[in-house]
């Protein structure tokens, strides 16, 4: 009976065993495979209830226990259940006493398999011989305890022939399938491993992008693998079983041969770099090498990773040559893009006095002078933007706080996206050559004695004037200016004497000139002048050019203080105007030279012009300007009076109305000298002379009954009005003369209010604050606008006689005439009319509103002494 119990567990263990070979097909489908393997062992357990132990009839023992706790321990809870479900079918069909025992011996093995599985897996429980063979205890414990549900007589029998072989057989049964399945089971999971570990292999070498190679001891290619086929000598296939000296040249194959050969002989991986040709041209490779731990057909071998770092040895030798080249003569300096510096050179140091650690990190910002402005380097940012390089000339700050001028070029360095990531500049003093340019540039211009401008600069200045003075319409003048005798000193006293004479002459003309006037000396004794932006007239230019020319004969006569020794040379001056571009610079120069040698003529210290009529003019003005000067000093300048009548034709004031009383040419009139006057300046002193004439006579005319009530209108220039202290001169006259300023009337002509005429209006205000009132003279003849006029502190409006005269005929000036009169009404002005010479020009004015007037109609200028007899009767004379 124990026989055929051992032969049913054998018969199991076998099977079981031969179901592990058999699963091993089935590795790759997990599921199918758990499947399967439960079906295999529901069939071993059937197959040994086949041929069991029988007791009784009904009352069966094999070796299902053993499989099923193993294929449940083992196989997990599907493969318990698949062989499980089989088995127990199987055992229930069979029927008999024993079936209930017999299922429960089903279903306890399972779970005890599980149950023992679990904990393993917790590693409470260790799976070995001994936790085995408790196991197997506890199994067949279980199987009697479930035995004890048979009846009593059937368990008694059990006890007496079963219990010790069940023990004795099943129990090392357990031990020796649990062993063998646990042997199946590690060779599983070796394999498993190992599948694994090649999987990783394999995907390791096809992401690297390395060339992979297994060469025989013999240099024979056993596996060949290439990212790209180009980059082998031969094709992939090519190379399978062939040696190296087959495939490469002579020399590369010993170099690799010895390469295989060293790496044989270390335990190292080993490195070579090598160069090759390949279908993608010369590339170099770096190859690490280590020998393999296993014969390959019983010969050593290698495995070899070659790395193509063509584009690294490229990219190195670049670095190297850019380290070179960044090392050179030229300042340079690498920044990022937000041009915060990252690198700097010897020559940079050397130029800017800046160390790299002074620099690195900081904006390029520090090294800026100044200098140059914000729109300099908006534009240099613009073209660097748009261009990718800026180069030019920039003026940087040294580290000793220096500035200093450089030859400067920026590159900028963009990313394959085409970003800004760098600027690279190169940096070169030019302050040196500057200088030298400087230098050069004086050398060619300027007169070396003296420092003035040479020839050269002087026509090329003349050239530019000619242009300017026809483009703006003003004169320009070109001074020739010889020092007389000047030869005596050379002669007498040496050219050292001689040259620093010249300087100080040079020295004496700059201090007398203003800054946009050119001196130039030609040579010798021998300077010119160029005087630009003159008067627009040729006569008032000629009387400037004469004022400069009488200024500088007066300051060149002055002696000379030279080693100790005085001289005294004057000088002779010639002048040639011009205000177009008609004459050539030659012309020019010959005819200043010219006028120059006419002055000499006229016995030196003189100024002479090269035109004879501009020279007779300048010099008229010049006299009369003399003559006006000395009249005024000798009160020669008086007052006449010109009544101003009422409405009904009375008399109600006058106009005083300057006379000259000249010693030579009798009585001049204004129109010989006012305007003369008023470009000289001298309007200014013959208006206060006059001014006080008629306050002293408005002072008089107050006193007496039949005059205090006439007003006084006097005539001021402009000019006047533009005088700082305008109104104290006139506080000072009133105050002087104690005239009643309410009958003080000034009469300021329109043309002359339209410069700056803020500054005029305040001191019409104060001077209206006081009583006085203020006429427009000639007004119609100005453009004086609604708008304007109101802004002014007015009275009156003196309608200019050039309308007068033509009415009532003209109906143009009758128009006019009208209109002010309209617009006097507006602005709540008086009205005059000037120039009335006749009853029908009076009555047409009156008609059309006017009730002052003025004119011969009511009376000429008259002397003082004839106006008041005309006003007042011949008893009050006397
Ligand atoms: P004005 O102020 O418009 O003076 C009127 C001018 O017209 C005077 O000429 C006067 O003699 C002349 N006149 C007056 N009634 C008649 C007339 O019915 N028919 C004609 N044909 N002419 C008449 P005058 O005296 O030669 O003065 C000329 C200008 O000289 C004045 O024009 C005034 O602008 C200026 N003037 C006169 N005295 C002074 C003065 O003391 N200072 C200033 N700055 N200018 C003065
Ligand atoms: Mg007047
Ligand atoms: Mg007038």
Redesign the pocket.
Known sequence: MVLELIKNVTLLITLCWLHGMLMRGLEARPLLGKLAAGALFGAVCIGGMLMPMVLEDGLIFDGRTVVLSMAAFFGGPLVGLVAGAMAGAYRGWLGGVGVVPGLLNVLMPVLLGLLFAYLHQRRRVPFNVFSLLVFALLLQVVQVLNLLLLPAEHFATFIQHALLPLVAVLVPSTLLLGLLLRDTERQRQAREALRQSEAQLRAITEAVPDLSLVLDEDGRYLKVKSPDSRLLYAGEQGLLGRRLHDVLPLSQADLFMQFITRTLASDDAQSLEYGMQTALGHRTFEARARRLDTLIEGKRAVVLMARDITERVALELDKRIASIAFESQQGMLITDAKTRILKVNRAFTQITGYSAEDVVGQPTRMLGSGRQGPEFYQELWQTLAREGVWQGEIWNRRKNGEVFPEWLAISAVRDEQGRVTNYVASLTDISERKSAEQQIQHLAFYDPLTGLPNRRLLRDRLQQAMIQCDRKGQYAALIFLDLDDFKNVNDLYGHQVGDELLCQVAERLRNNLRELDTVARLGGDEFVILLEGLEPFAEEAGAQVEHIGSGLLLALREPYEVYGQRFHNSASLGVVLFNDELQTVDELMQRADLSMYSSKAAGKNALSFYDPQMQAAVSMRLKLEEDIRRGLDAGEFVAFL?PQANWQGVWSGA????RWQHPERGLL???AF?EIAERSGL?EQ??LA?LRQGCQLLARWAVRAQMSHLSLA????ARLLYKEDFVELIQQILQDTQANPRHLKL?I?ETLLLTDKDKAVQRMQALRAMGIRFSI??FGTGYSSMAYLQQLPLDQLKID?SFVRDLPENPGSLAIVRAILAMAVGLGLEVIA????TPEQQACLRDNGCQHF????FGK?LAVEAFEAAVLPAVDLL
Do not use: K
Request: glycine share 12%; charged share 25%; hydrophobic share 30%.
């Open positions: 010109q106009e005083a109305l300057v009139g204004p129109g006012i309007i013959l208006d006059t006097v005539n001021i220039s009469e002509t003279d000639d006689q000037e120039g009335v010479e003025q004119g011969y109609l200028p």
